[in-house]
């Protein structure tokens, strides 16, 4: 009864959580991420979280309702073998780590994480494709947070120019193998891999949150920051 009221609430709120973002493109005509100079670095910063915060809210209800869908209890608390995609990132872990990090370290590991989750995010769209029971509601909120993820980038790196006055930062990161054509796993490998990509996104899509509220707890009071 409890899992027929939330996906009901869900269907309710789904509607207003896409109505709710703000959209971060801020490119010219001719396609070149520009400064935005109609756009404070203050008011950016608080588009780019607001962006992560709906990231974050819309992961946990994908992963919530996948193993709602897919995944017996006794499967949700064993995922041994199955790592994390950023797992070799040099994005800080720890408390101490993230507290003593730089305010450009800060934004460098945000952008490491949004673009290293870019792709698996569309190999998972593919594979949701192929499930004959997955709800509409999972494939919509996957590709929804899908197509925000690369507008958080662009937000992220048109702030990284605009506090930093740094160009375009690529990240070379490598997908481990999960892009591979051709490869057809057997079924419950195949939802299990698909569980581990929710999970660790939903993980590192907090990770961006916290780190982009951070920053913006140190643009104004530095030493209560915690």
Request: net charge neutral; hydrophobic share 40%; with cysteine.
């Amino acid at each position: 009864m409890y899992k027929t009221f939330r996906g009901v609430w869900a269907v309710l709120l789904w509607p207003n959580l896409l109505a709710s973002s703000v959209p971060l493109d801020c490119r010219e005509e001719q396609g070149i991420l520009s400064r935005c100079p109609s756009i404070s670095q203050e008011k950016l910063l608080d588009r780019v979280i607001e962006h992560a915060e709906l990231i974050y809210r819309v992961s946990e209800e994908s992963c919530s309702l996948y193993e709602d869908m897919f995944i017996p209890l006794q499967f949700q608390r064993n995922q041994v073998g199955y790592a994390c995609i950023t797992k070799t990132l040099p994005v800080p872990s720890s408390k101490n780590e993230i507290q003593q990090i730089s305010d450009k370290w800060l934004l460098h590991s945000v952008l490491m994480l949004v673009q290293s989750w870019i792709e698996p995010l569309v190999y998972l769209q593919t594979s949701l494709d192929r499930y004959n029971a997955a709800p509409e509601m999972l494939l919509n909120k996957t590709k929804w947070v899908s197509e925000k993820l690369i507008s958080l980038e662009q937000g992220v790196v048109v702030l990284i120019k605009k506090m930093l006055d740094e160009g375009m930062l690529t990240i070379n990161h490598s997908e481990q193998g999960l892009l591979q054509n051709g490869v057809q796993p057997q079924m419950l490998e195949s939802v299990m891999r698909d569980y581990t990509l929710l999970s660790c996104f939903k993980k590192d899509a907090h990770k961006m949150e916290a780190f982009l509220k951070l920053l913006k707890c140190r643009q104004t009071d530095r030493y209560n920051c915690s």
